[in-house]
């Protein structure tokens, strides 16, 4: 079963709709991640929360918002969405707890293909 | 500047060792680390070092850091069909305990 689980996996929408994407982790993890991977442009951290009712802008903020409901799950939405948002996402995990891993390790989910037409 | 470099491409011959080099940025990251992602997935951890070590070796994997140069590289030895793949290189900020991916090498495997 997998740790880190995404959907939808593939998404196609239009210009203006509002979407969300959802993130759950069965790793007991505290700290979550969404970031964006475009062609050449590798991975832009969009948001991160390290607990619930913690959120913080990443490098790439504008247009999303984020909400972090449970420590399991973390959700990304974009209010209005424009064609230049097709991407791939990314929800990643990662711990700060007595259990982590002392190199910080983040763990991946499946990522969520999203077309804006 | 904040950016991890590293080349966007790389071709190799299966058999042959495959190197593929990172500058980064912050001179007190703790640990710079090797991801992979395979086709159609997410990234996963492949290797990691401590900013105290020069080098470390696991099985065909070899990383090494140069702290002067801020210069990151990771050889792969006896290169197979299942290496292609994208490798980011990436480094944590200690300051925010964020951590910042470069741009990812894609790792091509000829026959």
């Known amino acids: 079963d997998a740790d880190v689980t995404q959907t939808p996996r593939n998404r196609i929408t239009k210009t203006g709709k509002r979407i969300m994407l959802e993130c759950s982790q069965t790793?007991?993890?505290?700290?979550m991640y969404w970031y964006r991977q475009d062609p050449g442009l590798g991975l832009r951290l969009i948001y991160y929360s390290f607990d619930v009712k913690d959120i913080n802008k990443g490098e790439i903020s504008d247009g999303y918002s984020v909400s972090r409901q449970a420590q399991a799950k973390f959700s990304l939405s974009l209010e209005s969405a424009i064609p230049n948002q097709t991407a791939l996402y990314f929800c990643a995990t990662s711990d700060s707890g007595i259990t982590k891993t002392k190199y910080n390790e983040q763990f991946f989910g499946p990522g969520t293909r999203l077309t804006v037409l | 500047g904040e950016d991890v470099e590293q080349s966007l491409f790389l071709s190799v011959r299966e058999g042959d060792s495959s190197v593929i080099n990172c500058t980064y940025t912050?001179?007190?990251?703790?640990?710079l680390y090797w991801y992979k992602q395979e086709p159609g997935a997410g990234l996963q951890l492949l290797t990691y070092i401590f900013s105290n070590m020069d080098m470390k070796q696991d099985q065909r994997l070899t990383v090494l850091l140069n702290k002067k140069d801020k210069h990151l590289s990771l050889r792969i030895a006896d290169t197979q069909t299942g290496d292609s793949a994208i490798y980011f290189c990436a480094e944590i900020k200690n300051r925010d305990d964020k951590i910042i991916f470069g741009k990812g090498t894609r790792l091509h495997i000829l026959p």
């Open positions: 790793k007991g993890h505290d700290r």
């Open positions: 912050d001179s007190s990251s703790t640990y």
